[in-house]
């Protein structure tokens, strides 16, 4: 009977620290979004962390990740163009296409991938911040760490995910043109294609689109943000948090994929 | 001793703690003043230079070239520009002890408060190195306040 009780006793902690952390990881969602916000978060200083983060975040990987989401479109749509093809089911591949790899696989796969690299290098940064109270000595010399070194980050973040989404749907719209269209001779027309682009994008699923590709740029800046505050001050525990931040990012960004499916679809 | 030295003698002060609660209500009672102290590091990812333009910068709003300036004319009067684009791992102690005093005194504070200098210079005559140090820096601060324990009063009287 103790031991149940122990085991209960265990389990009830866990439960309630794993509430208390995402209740900790909300509270920093309200508090960035007010921030976010308000114009008086902004000024000189604030502006070039924005725009390095910017830089770091999407303009130094533009080339390399939008080769890649080619090469990935590219396969992609000779996968679902050559089934189509073979079973004359023309109209449908190509608005599976666009239902599948517009509006799900690159959005996703922007978010994730930012993510890995900038998620995790922003949770570690702030642990290691939070783990060496540079956090404490900025506000000791009247600086508010929060206006200077943390919203900058999330709106150049979220920024970041929502330009290079757009800039991989440009992409994978034109390839998906040039290959269905242009290379095969199906009996598909460019008026076809811009058709169906107009019966898929409209304007509900681009409303649905745009606020989960918001939320995912939000997503992968928050989430390790608040988990890099929320580190105790041991340089041990820095590790500890990056992996907490990444899954809870993981996890986020599966929920808002599938709250966005739900609505669609659903 | 010249005018400078004499205005350092009536703005600079070192105060002798008996122990570290002393140290620490001394600290809550002015909290107007800026602390440089071992507890309270630079910006890691940033350099000397940064780390003294951004206090400028977000506090006054400046742009960042007139705050560049201001930040490298400090460094110069206190003879360091050498490390102004060095991060702080790469900094020798007295190098970052004074990116820290340059950074709290950048925007003219009404008291800085030098915490336990013996933690944050171990290898420096650190009295002789102190004097010179906020010699150079004369008119840009109000008060100084060197906090240190009554067992290191000795160093302070010594004339190195």
């Given at each position: 009977m103790s031991a149940l009780h122990a085991w209960l006793n265990l389990r009830g902690r866990g439960f309630s620290d794993w509430l208390s952390a995402w209740g900790r990881v909300f509270g920093f969602v309200m508090t960035a979004l007010v921030g976010v916000l308000s114009p008086s978060t902004y000024n000189k200083a604030t502006r070039v962390v924005v725009q390095k983060q910017i830089y770091f975040t999407a303009w130094q990987i533009l080339p390399g990740f939008a080769f890649f989401a080619a090469l990935f479109s590219i396969l992609i749509i000779e996968i679902v163009g050559s089934t189509a093809r073979k079973y004359g089911l023309y109209e449908q591949g190509l608005e599976l296409l666009i239902r599948i790899?517009?509006?799900?696989?690159l959005p996703l796969m922007t978010a994730l991938f930012i993510a890995l690299r900038t998620g995790a290098a922003i949770n570690t940064e702030v642990a290691l911040m939070k783990i060496q109270n540079e956090l404490d000595a900025m506000q000791r010399i009247g600086i508010d760490p929060l206006r200077l070194e943390l919203l900058p980050r999330v709106v150049g973040g979220t920024v970041s995910v929502l330009a290079l989404t757009a800039v991989n749907i440009v992409v994978a719209l034109w390839l998906t043109q040039l290959l269905i269209i242009d290379f095969h001779p199906w009996t598909l027309t460019t008026g076809d294609f811009t058709r169906m682009i107009g019966k898929v994008l409209d304007l509900p699923a681009l409303i649905v689109l745009w606020s989960k590709t918001l939320a995912f740029g939000f997503a992968v800046t928050v989430i390790p943000i608040s988990e890099g505050l929320n580190t105790p001050q041991k340089l041990f525990h820095a590790p500890i948090s990056v992996l907490r931040g990444m899954v809870r990012l993981f996890f986020s960004l599966m929920v808002i994929e599938a709250a966005a499916l739900t609505i669609v679809y659903v | 001793m010249g005018d400078a030295g004499e205005n350092l003698l009536a703005r600079k002060r070192v105060v002798l703690l008996a122990g570290d609660a002393q140290r620490r209500q001394l600290i809550d009672e002015h909290p107007e003043a800026v602390l440089v102290s071992e507890s309270l590091p630079l910006r890691a990812n940033l350099s000397v230079l940064e780390n003294i333009t951004v206090v400028l910068q977000f506090r006054t709003n400046t742009y960042i070239g007139e705050a560049n300036d201001s930040a490298w004319t400090l460094l110069s009067k206190v003879g360091h520009t050498a490390c102004a684009e060095r991060r702080d791992p790469d900094l020798s102690y007295e190098e970052r002890f004074v990116a820290k005093l340059l950074r709290a005194i950048v925007l003219a504070p009404p008291l800085v408060l030098i915490d336990r200098p013996a933690q944050m210079l171990p290898d420096t005559n650190y009295p002789y190195f102190l004097n010179k140090l906020l010699l150079a820096l004369e008119?840009?601060?109000e008060k100084c306040w060197i906090l240190d324990y009554e067992w290191n009063a000795p160093l302070y009287n010594s004339r190195a």
């Open positions: 790899l517009v509006l799900e696989i | 008119g840009r601060f």
